[in-house]
Each structure stands twice: as C-alpha cells, then as structure tokens.
C-alpha cells in the first residue's frame, strides 16, 4: 500500500510569494553587509578583500558614514531586484512550463 505525504498549504506548482522573497533576501544581504563591516571594524588585519564591496555595491568606500548608508541600502535594493527578477521568472515558468 503506498501513501503518499504533502506538505500542508503547499501545492505541487505553488508561485513564490513575491513579497515574502524580497523581504527575506533584502534582509538576507543586509544582515551580511552588517557582518562584513563589523569584521573589518573588530577585526581589520583579516586577510579578507574587503575591497570587493567596492567591486559589488557602486560608490562604496571603506569606510566613511556616507558610503555606510550608501551600501546599506544598495545591499536592500540588491535584494528586491533578485527576489522581483528571479520570483517573476519562477512564477512565469511555474504557469507556462507544459506538464
């Protein structure tokens, strides 16, 4: 006899809750760059490249107010266009994609 077992209020071609994607990524990629700053605040002879925020968040510098905030909220922004990029795309093919 065979069973069979779902998952309670998932369905099999469920669409990515946009707003639930974006919150948690910006949130996920906030929370890192609060880690990445405060390793190079406590820890500054890490042999870590910080120079690469430089490289992913546009007019960031190491490290002054400005471009703290600056990267702040480029690492927000870069979240939602991920979570509304790649959540649009999921739910497009999720109805298309013939069965």
Do not use: K
Not at 4 to 23: F, K, M, N, Y
Not at 25 to 38: D, E, G, K, R
Not at 54 to 81: A, D, Q
């Amino acid at each position: 006899m065979a069973t069979t077992t779902r998952h309670v209020g998932v369905s099999e071609h469920a669409p990515i809750p946009l707003v639930v994607l974006g919150t948690s990524l910006s949130a996920f990629f906030v929370i890192s760059y609060l880690i990445c700053i405060l390793g190079y605040l406590l820890f500054p002879g890490l042999p870590i490249p910080h120079s690469t925020l430089n490289l992913l968040l546009p007019g960031f510098e190491l490290l002054t107010w400005w471009s703290f905030f600056i990267g702040l909220v480029e690492s927000f922004v870069i979240g939602w266009y991920i979570a509304l990029l790649f959540g649009w795309l999921y739910n497009f093919f999720v109805v298309n994609w013939p069965r």
